[in-house]
């Protein structure tokens, strides 16, 4: 998925890891290797939710576009979850 998805200042990529319990989610600039944004619901956050405070981190470093990484997961569930949270924060891919 990786070697085909690839993020950069101006379109960070949106990454998605799941664990049995929880869920993250970060902005990753692939070509300088930096994070801009990190969020996970470790403090019991609803998953829509917590694509919200994803797209209001990001829209306060100036980011408005992205490029979803599911990592490998079915998109339906918490990753439709979080992406749909994402989007109603104002974050487009």
Known sequence: MRAKI???KERPRLSVFKSNKYIYAQLIDD???KV??????????ATGELGKLLAKKATDKGIKL???????YKFHGKVLELAKGAREGGLKF
Do not use: H, I, L
Not at 36 to 45: C, Q, T
Not at 66 to 72: I, K, L, N, Q, T
């Open 6 to 8: 690839k993020g950069t």
């Open 66 to 72: 992205a490029v979803f990484d599911r990592g490998g």
């Open 36 to 45: 801009f944004a990190a969020v996970s619901n470790r403090k019991g956050e």
């Open 31 to 33: 070509v300088d290797g």
